[in-house]
């Protein structure tokens, strides 16, 4: 057997840890990367973005030997807390067995692998470009700093993220769905500073949210002690980045809303008015493969909102599951290996892309609910008294591998269940002391239980 020269389109986060896997299992990879070295360069321009990592992300972190290193630079939010708009501040556990998702730096990550793959030996070429991708002789096109040229290459692997070269020509194959919008809100980021000796001026282990209905602040903690904030900000309408246009009414709009950041923001006027406003994407493409000739992955296959913490998480686990599918077939056998992960993986990227819309109103409204928050901890109780049957959308989404479409197609069996509950209980705790009420609630979490199994059964 020859093993494939495998060329990656991309050294982000999912195309250097993609490459990492294949290197370990024995392949020739090289990558071409559009940007400058970021471990030469400040390509983040000063900023310091960080993502939540979850339990995808460190099974792929893990099969490739690097979690323990990360680690040590991953901080713990064991849940989120909610700032209201008088001040008042509440927690809200993530997991009913203290689980956490993990404020990660996006440009320590970033480095730390381009560093790994490249001492696996991987060949990563900065500052080349793919400008064109021909699918059927598998010619990329690369703009570099000599000049341009053609490259026939083995293998491709497309995870040049959501404007993905790779992807744009796959769109145009016959009998491809493809599919990529905008929502209508936009993010900007902000900053609160570290305290004195690296402290923290909020609590540091908790994603913190400034639900306020159409729009939300979010932050999470980084490892010096300071936070990056986010703020998801309708592009038009009232209030939005439109309406909001001189200092008055910027700093008018923040202290009606946001008046506990504000103090801990020195900055924030000028960082609202001199950071860039980004906006969010969703792309869909029922073509992941061609042949035993390209793939795509991560970003480039699936880009999604961010509300449910998942893109990277996403793109990592179709890493993983892409190194699995090597396994199992011993490397050879690539149109088997190509199809193996399309069938697996589409539909999971449809799905997760479809969670994330939803958690939006989640996150900017619902968390301030007292309705969902009862919800919740009836959840959390089900959870804890119905271990082997019942786990929550958002447990598997961010705490377990079950798989996204699995997750999502439960989603409507879990509100079921809510809705047989409220519908038939007057008290829920009070009623918790009852032998009776228990063995009928009982009944309906063994009746979830089964639509669930069967959901899982034919996913
Ligand atoms: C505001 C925000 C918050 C987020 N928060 C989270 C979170 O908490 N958790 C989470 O899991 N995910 C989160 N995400 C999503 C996450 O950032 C992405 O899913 C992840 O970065 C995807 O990685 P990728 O490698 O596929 O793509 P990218 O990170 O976009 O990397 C693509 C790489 O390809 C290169 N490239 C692009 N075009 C070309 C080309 N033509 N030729 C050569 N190279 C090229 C780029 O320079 C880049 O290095 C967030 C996203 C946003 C916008």
């Not at 195309?15 to 360069?41: C, H, M, N, W």
């Not at 809705?419 to 705790?429: A, E, G, M």
Request: charged share 20%.
């Amino acid at each position: 057997m020859t093993k494939r020269n495998i060329t990656i389109l991309g050294a982000g986060l999912v195309g250097s840890l993609t490459a990492i896997l294949l290197k370990q299992r024995g392949y020739e990879v090289s990558i071409f990367e559009r940007r400058p070295d970021a471990r030469k360069t400040d390509i983040y321009a000063g900023r310091s973005i960080n993502l939540a990592m979850s339990t995808r992300g460190w099974h792929a972190l893990e099969k490739a030997g690097l979690k323990d290193a990360m680690n040590a630079i991953a901080i713990p939010m064991y849940g989120r807390e909610i700032h209201a708009i008088d001040g008042n501040i509440v927690f809200q556990p993530y997991g009913k067995n203290n689980e956490a998702i993990y404020s990660v730096s996006r440009g320590e990550l970033n480095k730390f692998l381009i560093d790994e793959a490249e001492k696996l030996g991987v060949q990563i070429n900065f500052e080349s470009k793919c400008t064109y991708t021909d699918i059927a002789s598998n010619t990329i096109t690369i703009e570099d700093l000599e000049g341009t040229k053609n490259i026939k290459v083995d293998l491709l692997i497309g995870s040049d993220g959501a404007f993905s070269s790779l992807r744009n020509a796959y769109a145009f194959a016959d009998k491809t769905d493809y599919q990529h919008f905008y929502i209508g809100h936009g993010y900007k980021e902000l900053h609160i500073p570290a305290a004195e000796n690296n402290g923290y001026l909020m609590k540091k282990e908790a994603l913190h949210i400034w639900p306020r209905k159409n729009y939300m602040l979010i932050a999470l903690p980084n490892m010096d002690g300071s936070f990056t904030l986010t703020l998801f900000f309708p592009y038009e309408g009232e209030p939005s980045f439109k309406s909001l246009l001189t200092d008055e009414e910027i700093i008018a709009f923040f202290k009606e809303q946001f008046d506990d950041a504000i103090t801990l923001m020195p900055n924030y006027l000028n960082d609202y008015k001199t950071n860039p406003t980004s906006s969010l994407v969703t792309v869909k493409i029922n073509k992941w493969t061609h042949l035993d000739k390209s793939l795509l992955i991560g970003d480039a296959a699936h880009a999604i909102v961010p509300f449910y913490g998942q893109g990277m998480n996403a793109g990592f686990e179709d890493a993983t599951t892409l190194a699995n599918i090597i396994d199992k077939y011993k490397g050879e056998n690539w149109t088997s290996i190509l199809d193996e992960y399309a069938a697996s993986r589409i539909k999971n990227g449809y799905a997760v892309a479809q969670l994330a819309l939803n958690n939006f109103i989640e996150m900017r409204d619902l968390v301030a609910d007292p309705a969902f928050i009862e919800r919740k901890k009836i959840e959390k109780e089900l959870g804890l008294r119905y271990p082997n049957e019942y786990l929550s959308v958002y447990e598997m989404v961010s705490f377990s591998h079950t798989p996204y479409a699995v997750a999502l197609a439960t989603t409507e069996a879990q509100h079921e269940l809510y809705q047989t509950i409220i519908n038939n209980t007057t008290n829920f705790w009070e009623q918790l002391n009852d032998d009776n009420y228990i063995a009928q609630l009982s009944i309906w979490v063994k009746q979830y239980s089964v639509k669930a199994n069967n959901i899982l059964a034919n996913a």
